[in-house]
């Protein structure tokens, strides 16, 4: 009887332990299933044998937030003898790829590279500036301008004041449509009125798009107008002003609350042979802002004729503001610093984050209607559409820049000679980098590479942690930043 007892006793035990487990099982995957997709990724990432190196790998690239996977090998060897000094292939990667930065350069798409082009712009301003980067501080002592260029009005737009109402009634009156052009409002920095027509239908919207069009343009007949009034005020040919002095520009694009582009400048002026020599006597900052005026008032493009718009030409506006820039500042005075961090700060930022445009094309006329603008911004997409249909205007391809506005010019653009170049720039970080890693600098090697694209961005969890590894890279550095400060 014991034993039949035992016998008994494990064949009613044993299936209550099968149960048991089989009730946890659905436990744990009932939990998993509440559980969201972000944390179901990251439980996957943290199980998976190549996770580290994954890590490691997205730190190296700063937690960029797009990244682009390549598939592939490299092989480096010296150019003179074939010797093979290094190899390297993606087969023993995780997922046999190697994540390489976006470099986008705007903060609404990946903050992490856009903080990195901001620095570089930095650094390629403050050289133009204050020397370095292969720049003679010699730049320092040249004269220099900070200018800000302007579109013209296409039409009464609320405003904010300082302390008084947008558009008092002795500035109104009444449009063509029967309208007050008053507003008695005191507007704030984030009301969405600002900006906006008082009256949409007085408003150029035509002449808008089309100043946008011909921009760069206008960019290069001011230059050139620069250039032409130095070489009159000092009594020689045109062609010939190279032998004498050099004008070196730098500007950067920014949206305006009316979603109008304005170009913000630097102008130096350098000898014939560039940065390392000075200018003549006769050529100083006086000398130079008259040349800016005289050329901001008289630059302008020739539209093609239409009967569908009244614009005919497209210039500058009113608004001309010059100031000079010193080594030492006194006051208001504009430091090289100042500068440069200026015009860094606004490289970051697309038309999507003024409010102005979008940062993806549109490719038909039902995406106008579908995106998320205002009725400002989404009437000059409109007419940025139906302008590029005209024959006429097919060479600015206003249906591909919609989305900007028809603003279709890069962020910043600059003279050969005004500073160093951001492959320059890249180029230096990639040295540094290898040095602090140990890795030998070998010259005169030549690097064979075959890659492909093999996809790009992340899953919900691997998102989460490169925007961890971003922000503490971003800690780190304004640590180090303040501690160098301190210690200064």
């Known amino acids: 009887m014991p034993a039949q007892s035992g016998e008994y006793s494990a064949r009613t035990t044993r299936p209550c332990s099968e149960q048991s487990a089989r009730s946890g099982e659905l436990a744990r995957h009932d939990a998993l299933k509440r559980l969201s997709e972000r944390d179901r990724d990251l439980i996957r990432l943290a199980q998976d044998p190549g996770f ?9 690239i700063g937690g960029c937030e797009k990244p682009v996977y390549l598939t592939g090998a490299s092989v480096t060897y010296r150019a003179s003898t074939g010797e093979v000094i290094s190899s390297y292939t993606t087969r023993g990667e995780p997922g046999e790829r190697l994540p390489v ?77 029967g309208l007050p052009l008053v507003c008695g409002l005191v507007h704030a920095e984030m009301d969405p009125l600002v900006g906006t027509p008082v009256c949409a239908a007085c408003y150029d919207y035509a002449g808008h798009v089309l100043w946008h069009a011909h921009a ?25 002003l190279g032998e004498h002095l050099i004008v070196s520009f730098a500007k950067v694009a920014e949206f305006q609350q009316r979603a109008a582009v304005h170009f913000h400048a630097v102008v130096r002026l350098d000898g014939p042979n560039g940065p390392a020599s000075p200018p003549p006597d006769w050529a100083g900052a006086e000398e130079l802002r008259e040349a800016v005026e005289h050329a901001a008032a008289s630059a302008f493009v020739t539209v093609p004729e239409s009967d569908a718009y009244g614009t005919e030409r497209c210039a500058w506006g009113d608004r001309l503001d010059i100031q000079v820039i010193r080594s ?28 102005a445009g979008l940062d993806y094309r549109v490719v038909r006329y039902a995406d ?27 060479p600015p391809r206003l249906r591909a820049w919609a989305h900007t506005l028809g603003y279709r010019g890069h962020i910043l653009t600059k003279s050969r000679r005004y500073s160093t170049t ?32 093999a996809g790009s961005g992340h899953t919900p969890g691997a998102a989460e942690i490169a925007r961890g590894i971003a922000e503490d890279q971003a800690l780190s550095r304004q640590l180090a930043r303040e501690a160098w400060e301190d210690g200064g």
């Open 101 to 177: 930065r976006c470099r986008n350069r705007r903060a609404s798409v990946c903050e992490p590279c856009s903080r990195l082009h901001a620095g570089d712009t930095f650094h390629l301003m403050r050289a133009g500036l204050s020397g370095g980067k292969s720049v003679p501080e010699a730049v320092r002592e040249r004269p220099r301008l900070f200018v800000t260029l302007t579109a013209p009005s296409f039409g009464p737009v609320h405003r904010i004041t300082q302390g008084g109402p947008c558009r008092p009634r002795r500035d109104g009156g009444i449009c063509v449509h």
């Open 368 to 394: 106008i209607q579908a995106a998320a603008v205002s009725d400002h911004v989404r009437a000059l997409m409109g007419t940025c559409w139906r302008l590029g249909g005209l024959a006429e205007l097919a």
């Open 52 to 60: 580290a190196r994954w890590r490691e790998q997205i730190a190296a």
């Open 216 to 240: 760069g343009r206008l960019w290069d007949r001011f230059t050139t107008a620069v250039r032409r009034h130095l070489a009159s005020a000092g009594g020689i040919a045109r062609s010939r």
């Open 328 to 355: 030492f500042v006194e006051g208001d005075e504009l430091s090289d610093d100042a500068v440069a961090g200026y015009v860094a700060k606004y490289v970051s930022k697309g038309a999507a984050d003024t409010g």
């Open 422 to 453: 951001y492959t320059a720039l890249r180029g230096e970080r990639a040295t540094h980098h290898r040095a602090n890693l140990g890795m030998p600098d070998y010259p005169d090697t030549t690097t064979e590479s075959d890659f492909r694209f």
